[in-house]
């Protein structure tokens, strides 16, 4: 495995541990997490702040029924959840998104292909397909946009991005991704608003793709 | 520098004989002879032996304190009480996924609360990272378990010593009661002060992933 060098930002982690983040976001972060010890590390240390946090909380009187109910429910039978491993280049928390199933992509335009995993006002996450050596048509953001390399490359005004990194993209940044010359890319893309196309026929086809 | 400005409590120092009073603000709990927590070996009997006391003493401390750490987020007290029923009963079922190396009781149920309790507002499960694979009968590295304790104490000092608006702000974005915005503005400042030990608990926790990946 290649090393992993455009890791999540802090606060974006400090949120996430926190649940404060929106669910496309989560998912990028999710899934960045399955593939970067660095950064699981970070978040577990959160976590523990977390769990500090809960042992020093004043305790709440508890009806007094609440601890027999549940000493009886202990033996009872349960369905496990499902677990989704890993598929390939999709680590499980996309596998989940994806509902176990390979991806169904939709011809973008230009070879790209892309599959919305979610859609809805906390904004979208979904994937897209490059082909190497391809372009993503130029654009801007007008929220954040956090991109996950799942396979191959991309490359774009802010640097080179392997299987692993995690670009970072607001409302600062225009940008031309084009994929490596090696081999398709595919990445997990999430975004709080729609993105801002340059040119008119990627802004024309941008309601019927809700990107 | 963080190490030079802070006395550290470093599993290889011999212990120091118990102080009486305060003398010595970092050393006073170190104990003589560290062994692991209460909440460490009621869990880990919960875990390979199905302990129903040790859960009942597990229920007892944290129940309660996880129905204040629920209400906080504006839920009643019955419906709290639901949640609170909802995680301990993940603690009970999930008890084989808990890693005493690589986290404290209290930060593993802290994250199936959150869970839990972002699942129930949004409707939609939590996206959560690929869980790592331990060896469930392996015996744990007690040394490794004390270490992550010691770490997790002075992680607790420092805590307590924030000022009470630093603190407050950092159990409401813990608590998820701040928008990503707002935890990106106003973290850093109490964040900074309590980094420095969670960096102390990283190179332990990086080398222990690093273990489970490439046995």
Sequence with gaps: ?211 | MLMQSETLDRPSTPPAPPAPGRAGKDRTAVKAEPKMSEQTLWMIAVRDNRDKAAFAALFDFFAPRLKHFVMRGGIGSGQAEEVVQEVMLTVWRKAAMFDPERAQVSSWIYQIARNRQIDKMRRENRPLPEALAHEPDSEPDAGQVIALEQETSQLKRALSRLKPEQREMIEKAYLGELTHQQIKHQTGLPLGTIKSRIRLGLDRLRHELKSIREP
């Excluded at chain 1, 899934?31 to 500090?52: I, N, P, T």
């Excluded at chain 1, 979610?118 to 979208?124: D, H, L, V």
């Excluded at chain 1, 954040?144 to 991005?161: K, M, P």
Aim: contains cysteine; hydrophobic residues 45%.
């Design chain 1, 1 to 211: 495995m290649n090393t992993i060098t455009h890791h999540i930002p802090e606060p974006i982690l400090a949120a996430y541990a926190a649940g404060a983040l929106e669910h496309p976001f989560a998912l990028v972060v999710a899934a960045h997490l399955s593939l970067c010890d660095e950064c699981r590390v970070s978040f577990e240390a959160h976590e523990a702040v977390g769990g500090v946090l809960l042992e020093q909380t004043t305790p709440e009187a508890l009806s007094p029924d609440l601890k027999v109910g549940l000493m009886q429910m202990l033996d009872a039978p349960f369905e496990p959840e499902p677990v989704f491993r890993r598929s390939g280049a999709y680590p499980g928390p996309v596998m989940e998104a994806l509902k176990g199933r390979p991806p169904r992509w939709k011809r973008l335009g230009g070879g790209v292909r892309q599959t919305i995993l979610s859609a809805g006002e906390a904004g979208s996450a979904r994937l897209l397909y490059i082909p190497a050596g391809q372009a993503v048509p130029d654009h801007g953001h007008n929220g954040l946009e956090l991109t996950l390399v799942l396979q191959g490359s991309f490359s774009d005004e802010a640097g080179q991005f392997r299987v692993g990194d995690v670009e970072i993209a607001d409302d600062t940044l225009e940008h031309t991704p084009v994929a490596g010359a090696g081999a398709d890319c595919i990445c997990l893309a999430a975004t709080d608003a729609p993105l801002r196309f340059s040119s008119l026929i990627p802004r024309l086809l941008q309601p019927i793709f809700r990107i």
